[in-house]
């Protein structure tokens, strides 16, 4: 199945036990959000698994729960474009319930109503009144680089513009001087597009006691065994991280480089199939397509 209709590239939430009930909430609380699909898998290393797609407002995102290993944080976040203040103001309501406010919500210079808050699961989410700017995509992925890799938004949106088609730098908005701790010139903001799809990026000197973690990955989604070792090669910088499709890029951004072909095998009722295909692409590394059939083929 080619991804006509569907992004190239997805985010992919990493839950303890809870996807079902955070896909649920956030189906629930945006307009123009439905559940895809749910496939579970059995025998893991985190036992047995959920995972359920959903797509808001556009954008598909697929949550899995697979155990207590990482957390999310601020240095991947959700900018929710509206284009009233009426939506900012619900939108808030319902994301801060339990939450945490980050910015709280308010007047800024770069929009009259905006807000940063991490909902009840951690995930966190910028919702922003957009005023005449038009909107093109509803929900923008945001990448903050914090720690070690502060001072590095610039140098990586050029590199993924450079492994990603369809891709463009546009508008970055830098520190001035009297900024600090932020050094003069390094990116307050930018706006970059990969594939078609629009990201953000900007550097934070602040104190963070976090970085890009495993919780929140990008999919990419692949049709040829030809263009997951394209990838693979482009953006695997960590050996120790490559497992089943993930790996991890020099700035610590987890990725996972999925055939499509695999979606459809898992979204199967026979279990037998959907086991052996589990069984199989837990032993890899980098996904091997013809391997998949095989064991997908082989009752």
């Not at 959700?78 to 203040?85: I, M």
């Not at 199967?268 to 295909?277: E, F, G, L, M, Q």
Request: glycine share 6%; net charge negative; proline share 3%.
């Amino acid at each position: 199945m080619n991804k006509t209709n569907m992004e190239k590239i997805t985010p992919h939430l990493w839950f303890d036990n809870n996807a079902e009930e955070a896909a649920k909430f956030y189906t629930s609380i945006f307009k123009d959000s439905r559940l895809k699909n749910v496939t579970t898998l059995h025998n893991t290393p985190s036992g047995t698994v959920e995972i359920i797609t959903i797509e808001v407002l556009g954008q598909e995102f697929t949550l899995i729960s697979a155990g207590p290993l990482f957390k999310f944080n601020p240095s991947v976040s959700f900018l929710v474009a509206c284009s009233t203040k009426e939506e900012v103001n619900e939108l808030w309501k319902k994301l801060s319930e339990g939450g945490t406010a980050l910015m709280d919500l308010g007047e800024y210079p770069f929009s009259e109503k905006y807000g940063w808050v991490q909902d009840k699961y951690g995930l966190s989410w910028q919702i922003m009144f957009m005023g005449d700017h038009k909107i093109k995509q509803r929900i923008i992925p945001t990448l903050m680089f914090v720690g070690k890799q502060n001072g590095k938004a610039e140098e990586a949106i050029n590199f993924y513009s450079s492994v990603f088609g369809n891709a463009r730098v546009g508008d970055i908005l830098r520190y001035s001087k009297g900024e600090e701790p932020d050094k003069e010139g390094t990116v307050k903001n930018a706006s970059f597009m990969l594939e078609d799809q629009d990201f953000a990026a900007m550097d934070s000197a602040r104190e963070h006691n976090f970085a890009f973690n495993e919780s929140i990955s990008f999919m990419v989604h692949c049709n040829t065994q030809k263009e997951i070792g394209y990838y693979w090669e482009k953006l695997s910088a960590y050996p120790e991280a490559e497992q089943c499709g993930w790996l991890k890029d020099k700035y610590g951004l987890s990725w996972q480089i999925v055939p499509n072909i695999m979606d459809e095998m898992l979204k199967d009722n026979d279990k037998k199939k959907i086991a052996r295909v589990t069984e199989a692409f837990l032993q890899m590394k980098k996904l091997d397509i013809a391997k998949l059939k095989e064991a997908y083929e082989s009752g």
